[in-house]
Each structure stands twice: as structure tokens, then as C-alpha cells.
């Protein structure tokens, strides 16, 4: 059945012809975008919605999650802001959770923080493995992903277990965990960092991953300048996340590569670190995206209008490259070019704010804007 949405007052398209339209229609068929365009020149459908002049936009791609774990991690948190430096050692708090908890509590969690995203205008959201460590906690991480989630990550290579050989699990991810996984993922991941995996470990992992034809990410660059944007860009990873700490090198090396730079402003807050470099990044002309980090340690969020409303008080983002960084770029971070645009042939993935402009996203800070939202075109609110 085709819907005519009509009344819209900014049309966001990130489409490069047909731009941001003013009184604009927009027609969904199916789990398409029919046609875009001036309100005036809309075909017929079969039904028709008017959205009394609103802003339109394409729903938010989450392109880094964290959504299958069990456990809180609420402590660490107020501990964090008594003073207490944030470190990757954290994870190993969920881990222990995320290996005692079922698969039904498992599943459970992870639709319920997608059902939460969906409602604010996540339309498309990746996660990540990584809170299971042992190959059939990881193995079972996936397969729930899969059930649930648009994109699926390995991230065996999370964090060396406590008491295990860091050689050895390495070992393990490249071996008989990334065969358990494959079948479930499109992508593999590496948490290139001090305390976690070194550049060498983080080279075995990502060139074991590629050679079983999955595509690379890698997280980089979080805690201090270190190997991990090079590493990204040298293995033609389609993202390198985090980027919280640039060189000059880093940041030419991003801009000259296809390799997009993805910025985590929830989590830079939440461990109250440095807002990584988006302007510079932008300016040197690397591609960039938003994405919420949504895990239970250090960015408990779904909510990308938050990371968008922060880019553009915080990072000195126009609202124009907040979006597009939140939606096109984080297609692009997933390499996918069927969602984060409204065109013809896209997928019907549609945001509708509460508000005649996109830019009352950082002019109405904390305010929940979402007023409709169809992902594949079904009408979720």
C-alpha cells in the first residue's frame, strides 16, 4: 500500500540532487521510498498523512551499539563521577552478568533497548558481541543479535578475560570463536587500546576476520593517540570509532581513506573525556558519523538526538553535518546506502519531528521531538 506524507514543512533528503525541500510530499511503497518532492507535485497513493508542517528526516542509523548484556553497572558509573578515571578493565563487570543471564534475558534486554531507540527515530541500529568471551557465550550473543538487530559485530576482541593469556585468547578469537560466530555476523571488531589488545593482536584479529569475508571496524583512539585509526585505515576498515585523541596523522590519513570516523559524544561525556574532534576532522574533509555507543559502562543512551544536540553545542557541528552524520553517516559507516537517505528506492526508514525544523534539535535541547517514526515502511508511532 502507498502513503503519501504530505504537510512537510523541511524535507531532510541527504540526497545530493534533491536536497532539503520546503512544503514537500514524500510517498512510501511497501518498504520503499516511491517518490520525493514538492508537496505540489505528489502522485496519488492509496493513503494519504499529513504532517501539518513538521520536519522530516531520515530515521537515525546507529552504527555502534552495544545492546546484548545483562547486569548493571550504576556503581561504576557514581564512581566515575566521584573522580575515579575511566579504563577498559570495566567490561569484565558485564561480562560475568551477560554469561549468567539466559537467552530469554538476553533477548529481552536487547528488544527492549532497540523498542526504546525506535521510539525516538532509530530506525536502523547495529551491536556488537563482546560481553561473552568464551565461544559459545559469544556464538549465542550473536545469534540473539541476529534475531534483532539490522548489523551484527563480532567483538571477541573486547577485552583479554581476567586470568587468560593474552596470546592465547587471540588465539581463540581468530580460531574457533570466529568460526562459531561467522555464520551470524557481517563484521568484526577489535578494541585496539591500552588495556585491551595491542596493534599486533589487533592486526591478527582483524586480518583473521577479513580472510572469513567479514567486514572490519575497528574501536581506536579512545584513551590516547595510539595504532588504531592507522591500523583502520591501512586494512580499509569501514569505520574506526571512538577517534577521541587525533595526531595530524590520524586525521589525514582519515580524510584521504574511505575509512569513516566515528564519533561517541554520549561516551566521551559520560567518561568525562576530551569531545573528540569532529570540526577538525570535517574540516580536513574525512567522512563522519554519529552514534549513540549504547552499552551499560560508559554511555547508557539510546538516544541519538542527544549525540546530535552535543555535536552541535559541544563540537561545533552544524545541524546539517550533526544529521547527516546521524543518519547518511552512519550508513556510511556500515557501507550500506539503502537507509540514511529519503529518495526513491531507499528504505522507508522515516523521522517525523515535532517541530518545523531540524535545527530545534540543538535549539530545544532535552526536549523528545519525535512525533512519528515508519521503519521499512510500518508506522511505529
Not at 561525556?269 to 554519529?290: E, H, I, K, M, N
Not at 531507499?346 to 515508519?374: C, E, F, I, N, Q
Request: charged share 20%; aromatic share 4%; net charge negative.
Amino acid at each position: 500500500m502507498a502513503v503519501l506524507i504530505t504537510g512537510i514543512g523541511e524535507l531532510t533528503t541527504n540526497d545530493p540532487e534533491l536536497g532539503k525541500l520546503r512544503d514537500a510530499a514524500l510517498v512510501l511503497d511497501g518498504e520503499t521510498v516511491a517518490w520525493a518532492g514538492p508537496a505540489a507535485q505528489a502522485p496519488d497513493a492509496d493513503e494519504r498523512v499529513d504532517v501539518e508542517g513538521r520536519a522530516v528526516l531520515p530515521g537515525w542509523v546507529d552504527s555502534h551499539t552495544h545492546l546484548v548484556f545483562a547486569g548493571d553497572r550504576t556503581a561504576e558509573f557514581e564512581a566515575r563521577m566521584a573522580g575515579q578515571a575511566y579504563a577498559a578493565g570495566g567490561i569484565a563487570v558485564t561480562v560475568d552478568a551477560t554469561r549468567a543471564a539466559s537467552d530469554e534475558q538476553l533477548a529481552a534486554n536487547l528488544r527492549r533497548h532497540v523498542e526504546e531507540a525506535a521510539a525516538q527515530g532509530t530506525t536502523c541500529l547495529e551491536t556488537k558481541t563482546g560481553y561473552g568471551l568464551t565461544v559459545a557465550d559469544e556464538a549465542r550473543s550473536a545469534r540473539i543479535a541476529g534475531e534483532v538487530a539490522d548489523e551484527v559485530t563480532f567483538l571477541g576482541a573486547h577485552l583479554v578475560p581476567p586470568g587468560a593469556d593474552a596470546e592465547s585468547y587471540v588465539d581463540l578469537v581468530c580460531g574457533e570463536m570466529l568460526d562459531a560466530v561467522a555464520p551470524h555476523v557481517r563484521w568484526a571488531d577489535v578494541f585496539c587500546e591500552t588495556g585491551a589488545f595491542d596493534e599486533a593482536q589487533s592486526a591478527r584479529v582483524l586480518k583473521a576476520a577479513a580472510e572469513r569475508g567479514l567486514g572490519l571496524r575497528v574501536h581506536g583512539n579512545q584513551l590516547g593517540e595510539g595504532p588504531g585509526v592507522r591500523l583502520a585505515v591501512e586494512l580499509d576498515a569501514a569505520s574506526v570509532d571512538h577517534c577521541t585523541y587525533l595526531s595530524d596523522a590520524d586525521v589525514e590519513a582519515l580524510a584521504s581513506s574511505n575509512t569513516v570516523a566515528t564519533v561517541l559524544p554520549a561516551c566521551d561525556l559520560s567518561t568525562r573525556q576530551s569531545l573528540a574532534p569532529a570540526r577538525r576532522l570535517l574540516d580536513a574533509g574525512a567522512t563522519v558519523a554519529l552514534a549513540s555507543n549504547a552499552n551499560p559502562g560508559s554511555s547508557y543512551t539510546t538516544s541519538m538526538a542527544f549525540c546530535v544536540t552535543t555535536a552541535v553545542l559541544q563540537m561545533r557541528m552544524t545541524v546539517d553535518e550533526a544529521v547527516w552524520s546521524a543518519t547518511a553517516g552512519g550508513a556510511r559507516a556500515l557501507r550500506r546506502d539503502d537507509f540514511g537517505y529519503l529518495r526513491p528506492g531507499a528504505r522507508a526508514d522515516v523521522h517525523v519531528l515535532d517541530a518545523p525544523s531540524t535545527t530545534h534539535l540543538a535549539y530545544r535541547p532535552g526536549v523528545p521531538l519525535t512525533h512519528a517514526v515508519w521503519r521499512k515502511g510500518a508506522k511505529l508511532r
